[in-house]
């Protein structure tokens, strides 16, 4: 029996080019005294609707405005992440 590829879909280069990705992003956001808006959003209890909807927005364009454009798909990832946090955070809580 011949061993599965654990890393068939190159899972560990892609998700070292999400950290770098991830990483790279929050210099580029817009921000009022140093909080991003995404701060805001979730500071008013907003955090999992604004990840779903943002992961619906980014999978919806991809193919559409600028092509098969392989930078919405790192936001799908990168909101899928957070909505986790989100996740976690509020499982805490309960």
Same mark, same amino acid.
């Given at each position: ?15 070292? #080019?999400?950290?770098?990705?991830? #990483? ?5 956001? %817009? ?12 500071? $008013? ?12 927005? %980014? $999978? ?10 392989? =930078?919405?798909? #790192? =936001?799908?990832?990168? %909101? $899928?992440?957070? $909505? ?7 499982? =805490?809580?309960?």
């Amino acid at each position: 029996m011949s061993e599965y590829n654990s890393d068939k879909f190159n899972e560990h280069q892609v998700l070292e #080019m999400l950290e770098e990705y991830i #990483m790279s992003t929050y210099g580029k956001h %817009y921000s009022m005294n140093k909080i991003q808006s995404t701060e805001f959003v979730f500071d $008013a209890g907003h955090g999992e609707g604004f990840c779903l909807g943002n992961i619906i927005k %980014y $999978a919806q364009r991809y193919g559409k405005k600028d092509g098969y454009n392989r =930078k919405d798909l #790192m =936001k799908v990832l990168h %909101y $899928a992440i957070i $909505a986790l946090y989100v996740h976690d955070y509020e499982e =805490k809580d309960s």
